[in-house]
């Protein structure tokens, strides 16, 4: 009985001879032919073997074909134009400006992001008690409230209702809010309108239902939408912007706590992280070059080499990076230093690597024989072997610094508050998420983060790949 | 083998001795204020007498060698403001038990997912299980840790409706701490089994398997998979001492009564004793962790060899 094995090879050589038939038969072959000279062909014999390859157009080439790391690099190109721009830009409030209520002193803290410092609309013809401003040419400060009730006082309340009570006190009506805290309590009788009524607490006389305020202080409305009625108040002529601040520029993003603008500080965190980012890969690049290539060519700072790398690979980075904030003082200096102090390491062992591979390839024996310089060799034989490697591992040591840098913040050695980074920034926000609406201080620096970190990384990778002769045609 | 052993024990005790000296040599640097709890109110002369009780006015070399006999009795020395006089040793004795079972669970757990999502890439090049793993690798390598675990505990404790910091008697607030500690290591051993398995996959050996007529599965699960796992095995005593001494960064983010947690404390604190102790641990846990690692590799895998090829290269 034959086994299921030889059976399957029987059939293979049946289905093999079969179809070495049918080829020798289609195949007509005119034996003389192939026994023809060849005539002389002076255009042939002139050719060379040119071609119009170059290395960085390939590159470029496969670069472009990945449409994702195109997208994210234009992203990333616009993105840190713009960072650069940012504070030229009109309307932009400084980054560590904090800012005030111009009449009460009160810092704006936590005003939500939008598009405009508008908070709330009056419609036309509403009045409104209304004060000009003295440093702000052509705004006025308005607010709704007539009169400020002291606990207890009487009044005369004229018309019941679920969120305010029209009231009479003094010979003017307004309005007052009804709500548990001024526990506004019906007599017996409720039909016996108008009754006298009081309040344990203080209590505002609103001119209109409507608070028209930002906690209690008054907001902003630019003259043309206002027409005065000399005793005070003002009337609105078309549907008034009541702002936060007399400033049409808003905060995009919000305000912080103390009343910075959000969104200034986070593009000059971005800025700062940036900056940390690639003044770390500069000297990732500066120090692992150079220390790979001495650690690979000259055989006898090999052992030594090993060594140190040894026991400084052995240290985990981030406790490197701790033990180094904590002795000095946190800044950026310390902060840029303690990242370069290892973030060689990696580049460097991956440069020896290459280089032992290929330093003892033919062409660089030829050279070496040539007499060409060991510089040269470097420089010329060995570095453009290893390019991509080296933007691989430079694009990774941006997001990884930028990554370090929040780590380290959030330890609290990072940079002090005065300098946004995208670091402290998120750390700040961090601190805030319990309350839902002020979810915003930490999602939006955690965005820019993400797509700036991201970005380089996918980047980095598909030029790598691109960089990478395999891949090439 | 035995004589390997012994030379690379004998070369990670030296590494040791060098991360000890520099750590300590380092630490000497601080401010004089954090050996001290209250050191606005004494006057000059308790301060010295305190120094000198503690030692800190010999030369550096006589307090290192003080610091060494000291260590090998297993005294770390006393805490200066964390917990005043209490023995360090005693103190993340009593911080291990907890980081060591959250970092085990959480080992567990990035094994168990990041081995079969590996695998999974590494078999369908290019399908769903690729695409999925490449973007969560991607996301994970790319965006700081510290930022993703600030949204998981956000939104998963709020999704989930548990409390958002730890409780050691609570077990569902295990469940956040573990799954973020297992996050990093998942995508990286996912990462890395993907690649060895391609290594594998293009290799001699599979082809004569599959022309053989073995089935995939077969040689996916008995050849691919162990051949591939045999460098990873590596990596696992680090990252399980690592995972078992605790995220400094999760652990103080839930409030984990643990040993990374209380690294970020006595930083806050400046207590000079406390830092040194704690970070002369994470850098030798390091070198322990590589050592284990080197010779698990010789015992799991028999063609590996230890003698030096002389003029290899």
């Keep these: 009985m034959l086994s299921i094995k030889e059976n399957k090879s029987k059939k293979l050589e049946a289905a093999l001879a079969d179809q070495l038939k049918k080829d020798l038969e289609s195949e007509l072959v005119n034996e003389d032919e192939l026994f023809v000279l060849a005539d002389y062909d002076e255009a042939a014999a002139e050719k060379t073997g040119y071609s119009n390859y170059s290395y960085w157009r390939s590159t470029l080439q496969v670069f472009l074909k990945n449409k994702v790391a195109v997208f994210l690099l234009c992203l990333l190109a616009a993105l840190l134009l713009f960072t650069f721009i940012q504070p030229y830009l009109p309307g932009q409030y400084p980054a560590n400006l904090i800012n005030n209520n111009p009449q009460t002193g009160k810092q704006l803290s936590n005003v939500s992001p939008s598009l405009t410092t508008v908070i709330a609309t009056a419609p036309a013809g509403t009045v409104l008690m209304a004060e000009e401003l003295k440093d702000a040419d052509g705004w006025y400060a308005v607010h709704n409230v007539v009169e400020s009730l002291k606990a207890r006082t009487k009044f005369n309340l004229i018309e019941y209702g679920e969120a305010w009570c029209r009231i009479e006190y003094k010979g003017k009506t307004g309005y007052v809010k009804n709500n548990f805290q001024t526990k506004l309590k019906l007599p017996e009788d409720p039909t016996a309108v108008p009754y006298e009524s009081r309040s344990n607490f203080k209590l505002d006389m609103y001119m209109q239902p409507e608070d028209y305020t930002n906690d209690g202080t008054a907001l902003y409305v630019k003259e043309d939408c206002l027409t005065l009625n000399g005793d005070g108040t003002a009337t609105t002529s078309d549907e008034a912007q009541l702002r936060v601040l007399p400033s049409e520029n808003a905060f995009w993003f919000g305000t912080n706590n103390i009343g910075q603008d959000l969104w200034s500080r986070v593009w000059s965190g971005t800025r700062t992280s940036l900056a940390i980012g690639f003044i770390v890969a500069f000297f990732e690049a500066l120090i692992g070059i150079t220390v790979g290539v001495l650690w690979g060519y000259v055989r006898k700072l090999d052992r030594i080499l090993t060594e140190i790398y040894n026991v400084l690979d052995n240290i985990p980075n981030t406790i490197i990076l701790i033990l180094i904030s904590y002795i000095l003082r946190p800044g950026f200096g310390t902060l840029v230093f303690a990242m370069c102090l290892t973030c060689w390491l990696g580049m460097a062992r991956f440069i020896r690597n290459q280089i032992v591979i290929i330093r003892d390839r033919d062409y660089n024996l030829a050279s070496r024989c040539l007499g060409t310089g060991t510089a040269r060799i470097i420089i010329k034989n060995l570095l453009p072997y290893l390019v991509s490697v080296i933007m691989l591992r430079l694009a990774l040591s941006i997001p990884s610094a930028i990554g370090n840098e929040v780590f380290i913040t959030y330890i609290g050695l990072g940079l002090p508050v005065d300098l946004p980074s995208l670091g402290n920034l998120i750390n700040e926000g961090r601190k805030l998420v319990t309350s839902e609406t002020l979810r915003y201080q930490l999602i939006f620096p955690a965005i820019v983060l993400s797509v700036v970190t991201i970005s380089f990384y996918i980047i980095g990778n598909a030029f790598a790949d691109a960089a990478d002769p395999k891949n090439h045609v | 083998?035995?004589?390997?052993?012994?030379?690379?024990?004998?070369?990670?005790?030296?590494?040791?001795?060098?991360?000890?000296?520099?750590?300590?040599?380092?630490?000497?640097?601080?401010?004089?204020?954090?050996?001290?709890?209250?050191?606005?109110?004494?006057?000059?002369?308790?301060?010295?007498?305190?120094?000198?009780?503690?030692?800190?006015?010999?030369?550096?070399?006589?307090?290192?060698?003080?610091?060494?006999?000291?260590?090998?009795?297993?005294?770390?020395?006393?805490?200066?403001?964390?917990?005043?006089?209490?023995?360090?040793?005693?103190?993340?004795?009593?911080?291990?038990?907890?980081?060591?079972?959250?970092?085990?669970?959480?080992?567990?757990?990035?094994?168990?997912?990041?081995?079969?999502?590996?695998?999974?890439?590494?078999?369908?090049?290019?399908?769903?299980?690729?695409?999925?793993?490449?973007?969560?690798?991607?996301?994970?390598?790319?965006?700081?840790?510290?930022?993703?675990?600030?949204?998981?505990?956000?939104?998963?404790?709020?999704?989930?409706?548990?409390?958002?910091?730890?409780?050691?008697?609570?077990?569902?607030?295990?469940?956040?701490?573990?799954?973020?500690?297992?996050?990093?290591?998942?995508?990286?051993?996912?990462?890395?089994?993907?690649?060895?398995?391609?290594?594998?996959?293009?290799?001699?050996?599979?082809?004569?398997?599959?022309?053989?007529?073995?089935?995939?599965?077969?040689?996916?699960?008995?050849?691919?998979?162990?051949?591939?796992?045999?460098?990873?095995?590596?990596?696992?005593?680090?990252?399980?001492?690592?995972?078992?001494c605790g995220s400094i960064y999760i652990e103080s983010l839930y409030s984990i009564p643990g040993m990374g947690g209380l690294l970020v404390d006595v930083i806050g604190r400046q207590d000079n004793p406390m830092v040194q102790a704690i970070v002369m641990i994470y850098s030798c846990i390091g070198i322990v962790g590589l050592l284990l690692g080197d010779l698990l590799m010789g015992v799991i895998d028999p063609r590996i060899s230890f003698v030096k090829k002389e003029g290899a290269r």
């Design chain 2, 1 to 244: 083998m035995l004589k390997y052993s012994l030379k690379r024990l004998s070369s990670s005790i030296v590494t040791l001795l060098i991360i000890i000296s520099v750590v300590f040599i380092l630490l000497r640097q601080m401010p004089i204020e954090g050996y001290f709890d209250n050191f606005e109110k004494v006057d000059q002369a308790m301060i010295n007498a305190k120094l000198e009780q503690l030692g800190l006015n010999d030369p550096i070399p006589v307090q290192l060698w003080n610091f060494l006999v000291d260590l090998v009795h297993g005294d770390l020395g006393e805490s200066a403001r964390y917990s005043v006089g209490a023995p360090i040793s005693g103190l993340i004795a009593k911080k291990a038990p907890i980081s060591i079972k959250l970092g085990v669970l959480s080992m567990g757990l990035s094994l168990l997912l990041g081995i079969p999502l590996g695998a999974a890439m590494a078999r369908g090049k290019g399908k769903f299980w690729d695409k999925f793993g490449t973007v969560y690798i991607v996301f994970i390598n790319a965006v700081p840790a510290a930022v993703y675990h600030i949204f998981i505990q956000l939104y998963g404790t709020s999704f989930l409706g548990i409390p958002m910091l730890f409780d050691e008697k609570n077990l569902i607030t295990w469940i956040l701490p573990v799954c973020s500690m297992a996050l990093g290591n998942t995508a990286y051993y996912a990462m890395w089994l993907r690649r060895y398995m391609v290594d594998e996959m293009n290799k001699d050996y599979v082809r004569l398997a599959r022309a053989k007529g073995v089935s995939g599965q077969d040689i996916m699960m008995k050849h691919v998979l162990r051949n591939a796992f045999v460098p990873m095995i590596q990596y696992i005593p680090t990252s399980l001492l690592y995972t078992v």
